[in-house]
């Protein structure tokens, strides 16, 4: 079993920058690949980024390459996820997720566990 918490959302006007952090629980826990998901009010959960359980291999969604970079410390079981010129169509909840596989993955169903979600915002 692993327990993700997520943290460090908030409101920021656009082109802004926020981090976001996902502490793991759990031995076990750096064998997992890692994700983030965004879900805005009235859309369906999106992919974000992926990270390897090494950080070897690195998937990011198009609409925020260039502008988000993972990153994670398996001795501390945390993945960060620093996003900069943030955009109001950056606005929902973030979740981040652990897949058993331990490959970057990218489809909602390949993660195993969640966190609660945390609200980011971007103001125009």
């Known amino acids: 079993q692993v327990r993700l918490v997520e943290s460090g959302g908030g409101l920021v006007q656009a082109g802004g920058s926020l981090r976001l952090s996902c502490a793991a629980s759990g031995r076990t826990s750096s064998t997992y690949a890692m994700g983030w998901f965004r879900q805005a009010p009235g859309k369906e959960r999106e992919f974000v980024v992926a990270i390897s359980r090494s950080g070897g291999t690195i998937y990011y969604a198009d609409s925020v390459k260039g502008r988000f970079t993972i990153s994670r410390d398996n001795a501390k079981n945390t993945v960060y996820l620093q996003m900069s010129s943030l955009k109001p169509e950056d606005t929902g909840v973030y979740y981040c997720?652990?897949?058993?596989?331990?490959?970057?993955?990218?489809?909602?169903?390949?993660?195993?566990?969640w966190g609660q979600g945390t609200q980011v915002t971007v103001s125009s």
């Open positions: 997720a652990a897949s058993k596989s331990g490959m970057a993955v990218i489809r909602v169903y390949e993660y195993d566990y």
